[in-house]
């Protein structure tokens, strides 16, 4: 089983859409959580950390879940520019590493 | 600030032979790494480093060297290249701090083909 795993998608959605992701982890010692966005055939740049009681960025709310080990992304009023790969990324206590998943592809069609 | 810059940005190899890829960041992080992205797997550790002198394996090492002799530079060599290393490889960097300051900054990263 991946330590992170996310439904590659494609989401398809039309401009002004809400869109979700889900990203589930697999070890419960996983202590930080971050949403990192990937343009085609760019690096990937972080989006939002992801805290325990929930936050949100202007359109972007994410939320973890500790119990059920999953966070989420939702994405209000979809823009053309919100197009792009999501990659959740986790990091276990004490390690220096971050897991990548392997990014879950959004779409927005006018 | 140029951030985190990678040469170069496309090579191809043939089989057998060997290359290093640049990375460098002019923002004194102390923590560096190496990522090999491919279709459907995400991004692979490859190796890291958490201060000059002193790297470390990650998840797929096996065919690539590193050394951090400075702070800025993090060279990954490849010994002798094989088709299954054919990705897009991607240098990183942030500070040893936490909550926030876990952002990784990722360089434009390098496609290298092998034939």
């Known amino acids: 089983r991946k330590e992170v795993e996310q439904d590659p998608g494609p989401f398809n959605v039309p401009e002004g859409a809400t869109v979700a992701f889900n990203c589930t982890y697999s070890?419960?010692?996983?202590?930080?959580f971050f949403w990192y966005r990937q343009d085609c055939r760019k690096e990937p740049k972080l989006l939002m950390s992801v805290y325990s009681s929930g936050n949100e960025d202007g359109r972007f709310t994410a939320q973890l879940n500790r119990a059920s080990q999953y966070i989420s992304l939702l994405i209000r009023d979809s823009k053309l520019s919100d197009s792009a790969t999501y990659l959740c990324?986790?990091?276990?206590?004490?390690?220096?590493?971050?897991?990548f998943g392997s990014g879950t592809r959004l779409l927005v069609r006018p | 600030n140029a951030g985190v810059t990678q040469t170069p940005k496309f090579q191809v190899l043939k089989t057998g032979q060997s290359m290093t890829l640049q990375c460098a960041q002019d923002?004194?992080?102390?923590?560096m790494s190496w990522y090999r992205q491919d279709p459907g797997m995400g991004l692979r550790l490859i190796h890291y480093?958490?201060?000059?002198?002193?790297?470390d394996q990650g998840e797929v090492p096996n065919g690539y060297n590193v050394s951090r002799s400075t702070t800025e530079d993090f060279p990954l060599r490849l010994l002798s290249a094989a088709p299954s290393q054919t990705s897009v490889y991607f240098c990183a960097s942030r500070t040893a701090g936490g909550g926030s300051f876990y952002e990784q900054y990722f360089g434009p990263g390098t496609r290298l083909t092998v034939t």
């Open positions: 070890n419960s010692a996983s202590q930080s």
């Open positions: 923002m004194n992080h102390e923590y």
């Open positions: 990324v986790v990091r276990m206590d004490s390690s220096y590493k971050l897991i």
């Open positions: 480093s958490v201060g000059a002198g002193i790297t």
